[in-house]
């Protein structure tokens, strides 16, 4: 509350002090630790921060390895696909014309957001009505490129990586619940 206070009166004062009162808003952030506290007295809570703790350094490979996944299509979707044509759904946002903007789109399509409207962009042919291309221009799409592309990646990287991420996660959850029955408490030495 104190903090409010002061950032509304820096606020009104602005013109006058020598300091961003957009700062004193980011201190305000820090009451959002307050919340990490109540760890200590809620075990269900203390147990799920334990599970999380434990599992990180599994959760960095699958990362790391979901990472390379994204590296390597978004180079392979470069070289099959840098050259289509932009259309409803390959636009300047999702493309694969540059690295950066292809490794996004391949984020992007990790998690499920219109990756098979990117697909059907990838397969523009000069028959579509609604977004032509030219063979002589060479920005045409290939099915027989996209199909697989699309459906591998998806399969790959929406389906079996996150999966693993869920699976070593409660692994580690049930690992944390074993040592949790283990561990002798205060109630046991009452009985």
């Not at 694969?96 to 098979?116: D, H, K, L």
């Amino acid at each position: 509350v104190m903090l409010s206070l002061l950032d509304v009166t820096v606020t009104l004062l602005a013109a006058n002090l020598p300091i961003n009162p957009t700062m004193l808003r980011v201190v305000r952030v820090i009451r959002v630790v307050r919340i990490l506290r109540s760890v200590k007295s809620a075990k269900g809570l203390r147990s799920l921060m334990t599970t999380l703790l434990f599992s990180l350094p599994a959760l960095s490979n699958i990362c790391f390895l979901f990472v390379l996944v994204l590296f390597l299509f978004s180079v392979l979707g470069m070289q099959l696909f840098g050259h289509v044509k932009h259309g409803e759904f390959l636009n300047d946002d999702a493309n694969f014309c540059t690295f950066p903007v292809a490794f996004i789109t391949m984020f992007r399509c990790s998690t499920g957001e219109s990756w098979n409207g990117l697909m059907h962009g990838c397969m523009v042919t000069p028959g579509d009505a609604f977004n032509p291309c030219s063979e002589e221009a060479g920005d045409c799409g290939s099915a027989w490129a996209a199909i697989p592309f699309f459906l591998g990646f998806t399969v790959l990287a929406a389906f079996m990586i996150l999966n693993m991420m869920i699976a070593v996660i409660l692994d580690e959850f049930s690992a944390s619940l074993k040592r949790d029955a283990r561990n002798l408490k205060p109630d046991h030495a009452e009985s």
